[in-house]
């Protein structure tokens, strides 16, 4: 089994920085791409930065310059670093992890993380 954990969500005012972590868990043998992904209830979910294996990182143009995603290979952990957030960043934010374990290559999900940006 493979388990996903996120943390770090919350409440914040605009302009204002939240860190966010997710981490995997279980009989896991690599990971590929790891990537964060928003969610509000009148759209779809939609990718906010995603990063390979090797570092190579991609944002959506709606976050570029403010969040900065990044991986600790050794703690099969992914961060997204939040800075200068806006209103329109409040969403529920979700963990994508693209792994090979024990029962094979799965595509996981954490549960979601509420991120609220108001003042």
């Known amino acids: 089994q493979v388990q996903l954990v996120e943390s770090g969500g919350g409440l914040v005012q605009p302009g204002g920085s939240l860190r966010l972590s997710c981490a995997a868990s279980g009989s896991i043998f690599s990971i590929y791409v790891m990537g964060w992904y928003r969610q509000t209830p009148d759209k779809q979910r939609e990718l906010v930065a995603a990063i390979t294996q090797g570092g190579s990182t991609n944002y959506a143009d709606f976050v570029k310059g403010r969040f900065t995603i990044s991986r600790d290979n050794a703690k099969n952990t992914v961060y997204l670093q939040m800075n200068s957030l806006k209103p329109e960043d409040t969403a529920v934010y979700y963990c994508?992890?693209?792994?090979?374990?024990?029962?094979?290559?799965?595509?996981?999900w954490g549960q979601g993380i509420q991120v609220t940006v108001s003042s």
């Open positions: 994508n992890v693209d792994l090979y374990y024990s029962g094979g290559r799965r595509d996981s």
